[in-house]
């Protein structure tokens, strides 16, 4: 009975038996989903529509023809990651009344072209979804109200909310994103851009965030668009393409090079992206086989 009893006290007194914790859950990743080309196929009917108003707004500060005025927005695309910096930078224009009238549409919901199952594959991936967009606020959200991902998002980031230090800065600018990743408090390595524009991900990669390029909706080439005494597209051609398309083919008419007339098909992976896929409703699949 004594036994018993000094056995109790000294389990009393013991020190309590170690308890190993639980692995804490794994932090879930925070997606940055681009828009144009991305979640919708803007290069269907939309970015012919905005190139043209862009082109048309450049000649009449200019004064000059659309053909030249085309390559300037082309250049400064090119140059600052938007047309919008050149023409404030160097032209000052207002970039509010740029953003308007290059995004003019008389029939917006006609224009607009996405696939089936967006809202459900956004749910269905773990964490955070955040709009991060050059595009101006009121069409992105018209857009997405149009695709049906209204209440996708945690966040709507478009290219009035980019102003850092009093500057402009959109997409690949790094402070801004690093403005948003910090006001966010999200940690890079969290963070996965899901985007089209390759000199986008290739900036941000630099970062230590995640990088999944989108090439379903980046625009083929025809056969015949190239003509064999220049890589330059036709003018309603390079209308339709995505501005580092029409770059790339520039860049081929300005090689000492002879150009070459192979469409411009996206097939590599470089190095720094970490996943490539046709449509983002792909996106699940790939990364559960990347594990």
């Known amino acids: 009975m004594r036994r018993t009893r000094v056995a109790q006290a000294r389990r009393a007194h013991a020190w309590p038996r170690e308890v190993v914790a639980p692995t804490p859950p794994k932090q879930q990743p925070v997606w940055l989903f681009d828009l144009d080309n991305t979640l919708h196929h803007a290069s269907h009917a939309i ?131 690093r403005r948003l990743l910090a006001r966010e408090r999200i940690a890079p390595s969290r963070a996965i851009l899901v985007e089209d524009t390759l000199s986008h991900l290739k900036r941000y990669r630099k970062l230590g965030i995640g990088t999944v390029w989108v090439t379903g909706y980046l625009r083929r080439m025809a056969p015949g668009v190239v003509s064999p005494s220049s890589a330059l597209p036709s003018h309603s051609a390079a209308e339709a393409l995505h501005p580092m398309q029409a770059a790339a083919m520039g860049a081929r008419a300005n090689s000492p090079h002879q150009p070459a007339a192979a469409p411009i098909l996206f097939a590599n992976r470089p190095g720094y992206v970490g996943v490539k896929v046709k449509s983002v409703l792909q996106l699940k699949r790939r990364l559960v086989r990347r594990g």
């Open 47 to 177: 970015f012919p529509q905005i190139n043209r108003l862009m082109t048309a707004y450049v000649a009449r500060v200019l004064g000059t023809d659309d053909a030249t005025a085309s390559q300037v927005r082309v250049d400064y695309w090119r140059r600052y990651g938007a047309t919008i910096l050149g023409m404030v930078r160097h032209h000052g224009v207002d970039p509010d009344d740029f953003l308007a009238q290059a995004h003019t549409f008389d029939d917006l919901r006609a224009m607009v072209r996405a696939e089936r199952g967006l809202a459900q594959l956004l749910r269905a991936l773990p964490g955070r979804k955040i709009l991060l967009t050059n595009a101006p606020v009121a069409y992105a959200r018209e857009v997405v109200r149009l695709i049906g991902l209204k209440r996708a998002f945690a966040r709507e980031i478009a290219v009035e909310h980019m102003w850092v230090h009093r500057r402009l800065r959109p997409k690949p600018d790094p402070l801004m994103l």
